[in-house]
């Protein structure tokens, strides 16, 4: 009853015109974001933060709210349009996004982006509020065993969505593998593969070899194709 009370305290609070006005502003500066690859959502709320001194703390924090969520659907744009991933959340809407985008339903795609990202995320958040002490302790209960069917289930989702092309899939496996590999290593501390360069020290981030790979891949097929670009109608 007690949860319900300061729902409810929380929806009055956040539903003023004030706080509902900051929290558009917060989503379309979130998206202009994440329509940019590479930056990322929490690149974007360290460069929008000057935004919000001065303002009022709870209206900052759903400004501040507004931008990550808003990023991470700007991400969705530049999935469906040009099949470059903007955050490391929108590579799976590359694989038919892009292609819906290419036989003439880019609007729709992004609709049903729209639909599923809102649905999700809501879903998400009722979850998180309502069984955030239950996950907590269903997660502290993992070990090695866990962990471990845990990346199985990541390697079978890859040969599924890989489909007829499984050698395609496992090589992008073992690609995957083999740059995660450089950097730190998480038990002794020493560089890997860094070949004495300070800057590999920290490793590839995800969302920036998600968008040179597929930002290489589109530029490659942009080159072989005779109008220089595929058509988007």
């Not at 969705?76 to 099949?83: A, G, Q, R």
Request: aromatic content about 10%; charged content about 10%; glycine content about 14%.
């Amino acid at each position: 009853m007690e949860l319900l009370q300061s729902l409810a305290n929380g929806f009055s609070i956040a539903l003023t015109p004030t706080n509902v006005f900051f929290a558009f502003v917060g989503v379309l500066a979130g998206q202009i974001i994440g329509v940019l690859p590479g930056i990322g959502s929490v690149v974007g709320v360290s460069l929008l933060l000057p935004l919000t001194f001065g303002m009022d703390p709870t209206s900052a924090i759903i400004m501040l709210a507004g931008i990550y969520y808003g990023s991470q659907y700007g991400g969705t744009i530049t999935s469906v349009l040009i099949n470059m991933p903007g955050e490391a959340a929108t590579v799976a809407t590359t694989l038919d996004g892009y292609q819906m985008a290419r036989q003439g339903r880019a609007a729709k795609a992004l609709g049903i982006a729209t639909i599923g990202s809102f649905i999700a995320g809501t879903f998400g958040v009722i979850v998180v509020t309502l069984l955030s002490p239950t996950l907590a302790n269903f997660a502290l209960r993992f070990g090695p065993p866990e962990y471990f069917a845990l990346i199985l289930l990541g390697f079978t989702a890859i040969g599924a969505v890989a489909g007829s092309s499984l050698a395609k899939g496992l090589t992008s496996v073992a690609f995957g593998l083999l740059l995660s590999t450089i950097g730190l290593d998480i038990m002794s501390g020493r560089p890997r593969f860094t070949f004495g360069e300070d800057w590999l020290i920290s490793g590839f981030d995800f969302v920036v070899v998600a968008i040179g790979v597929f930002g290489i891949g589109e530029a490659l097929d942009g080159m072989m194709s005779p109008a220089g670009h595929p058509s988007i109608r």
